[in-house]
């Protein structure tokens, strides 16, 4: 299947009162502009504490490479890749112990975002964090480890900008180019659920709160 649709902000926009502007993407995703900007403060906070305690690494995927994006993760569970394969784990495997809680602004961002596209009651029990430096990628891949698919992928972005990939259902469907700023919430679910997504090599930028870094929140229900 081949994506047609063209991103035009014009086209697509509706301005929401409260926080910034929506952008369908396709039926069941949507981004919200600037959603997470009111929560920036709590949300930077809380993400201060969890590296504290669990600190980025980078992953080897099952194919042996060193991912680019350092991650690391809050919630029941955590997303790991290692040469045996991806999975979810209730325990970080760099220290043996849970993951630290989801914090309850994350919750509510999660939630409220996920409801605002028309996915209510979302409740995400992992949350994978990830952060880019310039140069770091994520290829083209589906989100398909979580045993229940009728649950969204929430997406929050912070930091410096980033070129997000939204394809279709194979990975040589020509996907859409989608630029994500500090704040915005890409939002999929339903029949994009399965849909392939990537960033491309993040560029070289700087953001007052977060230097020469992006970080992405992906909320899942993982179990
Ligand atoms: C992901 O697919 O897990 C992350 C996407 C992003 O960094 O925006
Ligand atoms: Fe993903």
Redesign the pocket.
Known sequence: MTMTMTMSLFDTAEYDQDHGWRQELCDGAVVLRRFALPDETAILAALHDIVARTPFRHMVTPGGFRMS?AMTNCGSYG?VTDTTGYRYDSRDPQSGNPWPGMPAAFLELAHTAAARAGFSDFVPDAC?I?R?TPGAR?SL?Q?KNEQDLSAP?V?V?LGIP?C?LFGGYQREDKPLRVR?THGDV?VWGGPARLRY???MPLKDGHHPLLDGH?I?L?FRKAA
């Open positions: 994006v997303w994978l990830n880019y994520l891949h989100d992928i997406s972005s980033a997000f994500l890409v997504h990537g960033i992006r992405n992906t």
